[in-house]
């Protein structure tokens, strides 16, 4: 049931832009919650790189006086990562084409996110 | 005098933006080039996670897709930090105040980013 809701809003914010390649919601210890991804990108690979990046995330804001970890943005020359805390368990990761649009991409993300936070 | 050239950059992209709190060039081991830091911000420490946030995001972009990473941005709830690669061997970290304009900074960043990997 709240892996349906999940999935929802997931299938819903991939729908809001044509660059919005996949998401996912993870918990912060790397596990996929709900995901709506592409074939060929792999639910473990997701999970595990999504914690990985917001662990060290976490300790850089903190250790260069920044505060509490928002958002991690990773920008390759063939496309965004974008991950975002929904609540404090649990972390919503989109992948975005090269050519999208950021300042859409955060606003989209950002209510995704805090529907995502009160469902959980 | 290159440290004096890069130093130069640095301080002409601090004053660029009062928003821009902090910037330095770290070769991709992780050792500082040249810094323009304010008080309470150390050197090693910036140099340090800088080195690992890339390393990571590297990985991450190569795992998830993304191509070649370019850059990676941190948002805490107190700033941001931007690491952008000044061509292959250097990466350009600034740091900037929670209210910045994203967009300036981001083509602020990408003139020094050009003018820095020009220099080495």
Known sequence: MRDDMLTSVLTELNGTSADIEASGVISTDGLMMASVLPAGLDEDRVGAMSAAMLSLGDRTAQELNRGGLEQVLIKGDNGYVLMTYAGEE???????????????????VKRAAESISEML
């Open 90 to 108: 649990a972390v919503l990761t989109v992948m975005a084409k090269s050519n999208a649009k950021l300042g859409l991409i955060f606003l989209d």
